[in-house]
C-alpha cells in the first residue's frame, strides 16, 4: 500500500491500472455465509416488483387486461380461501404483505406460476427448472413475521405440494413454524419419513428472518436462520424434484415476503 497526497493506493500485480493480467476470476461458496452468483450455478431472484395474482388472472387470454399485464408472471397466490386481495404491497415495510381471511383454516400461500400456457409449457423457470435433491440446490428466503403469531402456521422451502401439513409429502425439505411450539422448526420429509428439528430460533412477532437451504453433494439439508447453521438433514431421495413455497396459515393473520432466491449447479 502506497500513502500519496494522504490517499491509499494498493500496490501489486492486481493494481490499478490492471495491465499485468490476465487475471483470473474465482468465486467459491462457502457455508455460513450467502450464497454468491457463481458462474457455475443458475440462478434465479424474486424482489416482488409485481404482485403475485391468480392463475386465472396472470393466464386471461392474450393478456388483454389490465390486472393480467401488472401481474407477477413467475409467482401466483394459491391456498384454501385466498383470492388475490389477499396480497398486497407493504406500506411501511418494504415487500408483499399477505393477510388470511376470518377463519382458521384460511391460507395465503406464494407459489411458483403452476399453470400452462396455451401450447401446454410451463410459463415459469420457477416451475420448468428441476430443482432436484440431486442438484446441489441453494434456496434463500426473507420474511417477516406479523404483528400476531399466535395459532398460526407459517412454512418456507422447498416441497412436493403446497399444504401445511407435514405428512403429505414424501419428500421435502422446508422451514415450518406451528403456533403449538415456540421455535422454527427444520422439517424434512425422506421417502415419507418425515422429521421435525426444533431448531432453537424463536419465533417473535414483527421480526425479519433470513432462511437458506443448502443441499449438498450428499443430498443432505443444511439449514441456516440469518446465516447461523440451525439443522442437518439426511440425505434426501435422490433425483426428486422440488418447488419452492412460501405460506401462512391462520385467522386473520399477516405475513411479509421480502425476497425469494434459489439456484442449482448448471449440470449434476
Not at 243 to 250: E, L, S
Request: hydrophobic share 40%; aromatic share 10%; proline share 4%.
Amino acid at each position: 500500500m502506497v500513502i500519496k497526497n494522504g490517499l491509499k493506493r494498493p500496490v501489486g500485480p492486481a493494481s490499478p491500472p490492471y495491465s499485468q493480467g490476465p487475471y483470473e476470476m474465482k468465486q467459491v461458496l462457502i457455508k455460513n455465509k450467502p450464497a454468491v452468483d457463481s458462474f457455475l450455478r443458475y440462478v434465479l431472484k424474486e424482489n416482488f416488483h409485481r404482485l403475485p395474482k391468480e392463475n386465472a388472472t396472470i393466464s386471461a387470454a392474450g393478456w388483454d387486461t389490465e390486472a393480467s399485464r401488472n401481474s407477477n408472471v413467475d409467482f401466483e397466490v394459491v391456498g384454501t380461501g385466498a383470492t388475490e386481495d389477499d396480497i398486497t404491497f407493504g406500506t411501511t415495510v418494504g415487500g408483499i404483505l399477505l393477510t388470511t381471511d376470518s377463519s382458521p383454516a384460511q391460507e395465503v400461500i406464494v407459489a411458483p406460476h403452476l399453470g400452462l400456457s396455451a401450447a401446454g409449457t410451463a410459463q415459469s423457470a420457477w416451475t420448468k427448472t428441476p430443482w432436484g435433491t440431486e442438484n446441489q440446490v441453494i434456496y434463500e428466503a426473507v420474511i417477516r413475521t406479523g404483528a400476531s403469531i399466535a395459532d398460526t402456521v407459517i412454512w418456507a422451502g422447498l416441497k412436493l405440494t403446497n399444504t401445511a401439513t407435514v405428512a403429505t409429502d414424501d419428500d421435502a425439505i422446508y422451514f415450518r413454524y406451528d403456533g403449538n411450539v415456540d421455535y422454527w422448526e427444520a422439517t424434512s420429509s425422506i421417502d415419507d419419513t418425515d422429521a421435525e428439528v426444533a431448531t432453537g430460533v424463536a419465533v417473535a412477532a414483527n421480526t425479519n428472518y433470513y432462511f437458506r437451504i443448502e443441499i449438498d453433494k450428499d443430498r443432505k439439508g443444511h439449514f441456516f436462520i440469518d446465516s447461523k447453521e440451525v439443522a442437518i438433514s439426511g440425505a434426501l431421495t435422490n433425483d426428486i424434484d422440488l418447488i419452492p413455497y412460501i405460506g401462512i396459515q391462520g385467522n386473520a393473520k399477516t405475513m411479509y415476503i421480502v425476497k425469494e432466491k434459489i439456484s442449482r449447479i448448471i449440470y449434476e
